[in-house]
């Protein structure tokens, strides 16, 4: 198991179909949209100065939408994650 | 439904009329105006040092500017909204 | 009506006179001035830490000057507003 | 009469001879020094996180030294004025 | 022995396979992976406001991954250590 | 007499000799060294949030070593000195 | 004596041996190594918001491990020293 520190979140990402049925790639704007995923972990939280943590406001299972490009890869047992800080989850879809 | 994480807001822009009818772009100015949208959702704010949140200071309903630039496109069940920062909210329509 | 939020505050700009009576400009110096204004509607201020505002040192009436090049342009019903952060207006003349 | 807001500080400025007698410029080094100017006014202060004000350190009459460049020049009534934050005072000469 | 400072973390590197048995390098993508290491010794915290530390939020022997590039490389008696600050671990892997 | 204020403080250089007796620039190494200086005056230090001021550590009369290049040169009835931050200061040479 | 500032620590460096007996400069890596010295003196700390200092985590005589390229080189009565402050020194060596 993968236990993520801080603000982190382990996301497990939702590849969105990006090909039709014949295989061609179909941009839909030039603009990056942001991507989604489903919330595998949950770090503590960030330590405030006052000595409390402020704990990632989403919890294991949520589906997130989340800043593209934000955070680092981890392939673990033949799956890939990724870590971003809770401060890149833009919104839970429910 | 959608729900903002943070001091994120959630819009619906109304997209001006940038054409006439004849089809012709008129800029009104070389210098970017902000735009104008409708508050769909608002996050629970975000997180003081003191334990305490600044909520977002607007509405769902309110019409507001925001800076144009700001935030991140989500297309959601056919419709495009626009998450930005409450900060990045200007002025609120009254 | 439009309501600044947080530190801002929306202005009615003053245009200078840059042009004589033949039309010449008359550049006074190659460094920028700032500009003058009008206050016309002010936010309640930014949030401290300890949870107070800091609520913007000028009322409305006004007249103030402010960094040029400040702030953001808004068209409402026909008038030009700026609005800038109470950060930018450098002082009030009383 | 111009009041200056926060910790910003209206100087009137001692322009400093530059030339001799003949008319020649005589650039004492290629380092640039600081200024020499008279308090005019001064603002509240700049707000703190304990929501004091930290009142500018000079009075108006002072004779101060400030950071050459820094500030905004102001024409009110026919004298030019320079606004500077009162960070950028060097030092008071008594 | 080495004792790591403030919030710093000293790691012991696992060098991961990057060679196949006939010798080839297989990238598996362009995007670069964090590493994994092992927890050898934590720092006594990071110096809070309030007087407190922020204790590293893992123990020795455990197994972490990290930020690749993060930190700076010790060699002590033969041993290559890497020392990192524990915000540049992503996760433990338990 | 020159007051300086905040946490600056007002030195006068001890200008070490750089040639020797026959003229020679004789350069020591290619990394700059920082200067010797003696304190001449010291501001009532820097305003911290919690109201109180960080005194400057050093007093009038220690010769310090200061960051090369740090502060403002001021000239002062026929004087020559340098205004540097607190922080500037290296150490105290006792 | 030289009584370093704030969070600074004052270093002697002990220069590694960077050649054979035969003379040759034998470079072990391309990536650059932390440098080991002893800890000759240490400021009083850095001041923290609330009044406490930060006692720098050094005593006298600590054989200390430092970034590379961190801090100012001091030549006093003879001898070379490095200051540096006290967030540059990577860990102890016991």
């Known amino acids: 198991m993968l ?3 801080g603000n982190r979140v382990l996301l497990e ?8 049925a ?3 790639v179909l941009p ?6 942001p991507q989604t995923a489903v919330v595998v972990a ?14 990632p406001a989403v919890s294991v299972g949520d589906k997130v939408i989340f800043e593209k ?5 981890i392939k673990y047992q033949g799956t890939e994650y ?7 989850i833009i919104a839970i879809v429910e």
Chains 1, 2, 3, 4, 5, 6, 7 share one sequence.
């Open 42 to 55: 949950a770090g503590e939280g960030r330590l405030l100065d006052n000595g409390n943590y402020s704990k």
């Open 22 to 24: 014949s295989g061609l």
């Open 3 to 5: 236990k993520p520190l």
């Open 28 to 33: 839909d704007s030039a603009k990056e949209k």
């Open 82 to 88: 990724l870590v971003v800080k809770d401060t890149d």
């Open 69 to 73: 490009y934000a955070g680092s890869e």
């Open 13 to 20: 990402v939702k590849k969105e179909e990006e090909k039709t």
